[in-house]
């Protein structure tokens, strides 16, 4: 089995094999980083960001950088030539002779598939609008491993903006092709899980889904709790925005009633659904999740570029 | 009682819900074509009480996916010498590409002007549904 010049525009594009060949490297780097430290050398990764990104976007740079590789890219739609009118297909044809790998966030739904469909090297998901960020998938399923042991057999609740959050989308779907696992959906009625989301994990998967308002009435029973911001972005009404920023706030207080081992997960960036004072509590992970997404974000390169075969 | 002349050879789209032979004759293009085309509304049928009927002389050729949409109970009756040598059930098409857009205005499809995206059935109890090959957000068809 060989990742190398695959794309990943969605998480259901690699088998769960092939996902667990991508934990296995990352376990491996994390392990000896030292050992990796060259292995893109010569290779370009070139960053497509069409809308603003920083976390994502230096993690994809941090990732490279950290095997040996270099990086080249935009970080704003206004400075490249989409400004001038040039289609996706035309800037991936392109880029596709300047580097080896490429990833693309963009504002559009849909839009890494369709440079995929142009590129001539592995196109990467970076995040597309409201609908998936796979890798973002990976670094939350790397450290689910990693501290919760098993990806399966866990109550998993996700609580914010479901409806626009595509780190949620993402995750959910990939989190149901894992058995045993149950959802709990906490979210305000306006930012619900879409409706063809609960349809794959309902008549695909056929897992237990439970949808409430209330994240204190479910707190006790979740493994693992996936905080999420409501993205002002995402809304085309500013007074929605300010109606529902607020909703879920975790604090100290709604944590006493959480297991002692429940994982607090958030992809980040936090704006104050998560109290800073639960940044001290064991369970809250958020910052290690993300230190998580290099190294995911590494094993994926690696077995794309196909500089790395895992055994 | 209206008398049609049968066709020799051709086709005959039966058991059409009474009120949609117009709109199928319409999405068909059947009255751009230069071969005899009937379309006869309100015909009396011991099933539905009523039905319409199209018949379509010299041409077996017509586009099943839009047919399969508008009116997936419809039949269709291959006719030689006369005669029914085949008759097939329309079927409401698994995949759909270049009949409708996307309605999710976030969609790539609906910026890059270029892309004709496919569209999967995803459900058909009630209201037909097809998923959008980009962004997966389900669009129910109408015409």
Known sequence: MSLKGKHLIDPGDFSLTELNSIFQLAEKIIENREEFSEICKGKILATLFYEPSTRTRLSFEAAMLRMGGKVLGFSDANVSSTAKGESIADTIRVISSYSDIAVIRHPKEGAPKLASKYSAIPVINGGDGGHQHPTQTLTDLLTIKKLKGSISGNRVAFCGDLKFGRTVHSLIKTLSRYPENKFVLISPNELRLPEHIKHILKSDANVEVVETEDLELVIDSIDILYMTRIQKERFFNEADYVRLKDSYILDKNKLKAAKKDMLIMHPLPRVNEIDYDVDDDDRAVYFRQAEYGVYARMALMALLLGVYENA | ?143
């Open chain 2, 1 to 143: 009682m209206l008398k049609v002349e049968s066709i020799h050879h051709g086709i005959v789209i039966d058991h059409i819900t009474q009120g949609k032979g117009k709109k199928i004759f319409d999405r068909l293009n059947l009255g751009e074509v230069d071969y005899p085309v009937v379309l006869l509304r309100n015909v009396p049928s011991s099933k539905y009480g009523k039905k319409d009927i199209i018949k379509i002389e010299n041409c077996i050729d017509i586009d099943m996916t839009i047919l399969g949409l508008i009116e997936p109970n419809a039949t269709i009756n291959i006719i030689e010498g006369e005669r029914i040598i085949r008759k097939m059930k329309v079927e409401i098409p698994e995949e759909v590409q270049g009949l409708f857009k996307c309605k999710n205005p976030r969609c790539i499809s609906n910026t890059e002007a270029y892309i004709n995206p496919v569209f999967k059935l995803a459900k058909s109890n009630g209201t037909v549904e097809y998923i959008c090959e980009y962004c997966e957000e389900l669009t129910s068809y109408s015409l």
